[in-house]
């Protein structure tokens, strides 16, 4: 098996902190953009696509400033694999950008930045942000 290694994407959107957050934390807001569907109990999350289900445990949660999930799954490194949002407000001028923190197999690092960009464009559209 390859190593997971990190990697970071940086976006530009035209939404507030607040409402971007709540498609970022919720399971109505998750299924908007990122799942077919989206179920939670607790601090468990199902993620539906099409006939495949994944379960992620919420570690950590700031309001309007991040959310961090991390896969249920039983793969050896599983506990220091994540997928994190994250919101960045420029001080001066305001704009907002949503950092995306996710881990990918060394051959397969492009094909996650496009499916996250993908998905972020999905959540744009939702959001009516350029």
């Not at 696509?49 to 249920?72: G, H, P, S, Y």
């Amino acid at each position: 098996m390859s190593r997971r290694i990190p990697f970071t994407l940086e976006i530009d959107f035209q939404a507030s902190p607040q409402l971007l957050f709540q498609y970022l934390s919720t399971p109505s807001g998750l299924a908007e953009w990122f799942a077919d569907d989206v179920n939670s109990r607790g601090e468990d999350f199902t993620f539906f696509w099409n006939e495949d289900q994944e379960t992620a445990k919420l570690i950590q949660k700031k309001n309007n400033e991040r959310v961090r999930f991390q896969w249920i799954n039983d793969e050896d490194d599983a506990d220091e694999v994540f997928f994190e949002f994250r919101i960045q407000v420029d001080e001066i001028t305001k704009d907002v950008s949503l950092i995306i923190s996710d881990f990918a197999e060394e051959d397969e690092l492009e094909e996650s930045k496009m499916l996250w960009e993908n998905s972020v464009s999905s959540l744009k559209q939702v959001l009516g942000s350029s």
